[in-house]
Structure formats: C-alpha cells, structure tokens
C-alpha cells in the first residue's frame, strides 16, 4: 500500500510524493498505476534500494534519478527536476527522496514559480513534512529570486 510510505503526500490525481520506498512499496507503485518516478535521493546510500528501476521497469515505469545533495541543492538540479515535469505533465507521477524532504521543496518550488502557488501556501505544504534548515531556505529563496 503506497499510504505506508515514510512522508507519503497525495498533492493531485497525478502526483504524490514520499520517502524512500522499499521494495513492497515500490510494488505498490506499480500496481498504483504509476507511470513514473522521480528519485531526488542520492546514490548508493544506505536508504537506497540498488534494483529500485528494474522494479519499476516491470511495470512499465519511466524512471528518472536525479541525484541531489541534502547539504547541498543546486539550481541545475532544480532546472532539471522542472524540466523532467514539464515533459512528462500528463503523466501519473511519484516522487522520492530519502524522506520526502528534497522532494516537499523541489514540488513546492514547482508550484510556485510554475503554477503561481502562494508563497505562504507552498511554505505550509513544505512545513507539513519538516522545518527546512538555512541550506534549504537559502536555496529556496535563491531558486525564487532566479525566476523573478
């Protein structure tokens, strides 16, 4: 069941995010009706699950890794993380990290800068996950200011 996912957030009929799915959960995804995911979490770490696309794969899921620095967001990673949602905007979508951190802001800034959400809106979305730390409000205000 997707609901047991660590942090799991239904934002719309096409998205919804969460933590690192195991390999039970990553099944759900498939059997959900997911046509991709979008993986923020880094490589390798000790959260990760190594066959996580092959999983996927069996159920036909498009998977992208967009491996992102929790001490250290870039703006590329943003660019690119909008880019993958512009392309695939008709699509069913989920979208992990390791706990759903990265995610609830690269989601919020999207919405933001894309779908002209609320600041205060977007900020109570990201607070329902977890309080961003200075890395995390400084990258915030940075991606913003970018797309003034």
């Known amino acids: 069941m997707i609901e047991s996912i660590y942090n799991y ?22 059997q959900a009706g997911f046509e991709v995911v979008i993986n923020l979490g880094l490589d390798k770490a000790e959260y990760s699950i190594p066959e996580e696309k092959n999983i996927l794969a069996l159920y036909g ?16 990673h943003y660019q690119e993380f909008s880019k993958i949602l ?5 699509k069913k979508v989920f979208i992990h990290c ?3 951190k990265r995610v609830s802001v690269f989601i919020a800034l999207y919405q933001m800068i894309e779908m002209k959400l609320l600041f205060q809106e977007a900020q109570k979305k990201i607070q329902s996950i977890w309080q961003p730390n200075d ?8 991606v913003l200011a970018l797309k003034k």
């Open 61 to 76: 899921i498009k998977y992208y890794h967009l491996p992102v620095s929790f001490q250290a967001p870039q703006i590329k």
């Open 9 to 30: 957030n239904k934002i719309s009929s096409l998205w919804a995010t969460g933590g690192q799915p195991d390999e039970d959960e990553l099944h759900a995804i498939g």
């Open 135 to 142: 890395v995390w409000d400084n990258f915030i205000s940075f």
């Open 86 to 90: 512009h392309s695939i905007a008709d």
């Open 98 to 100: 390791a706990a759903n």
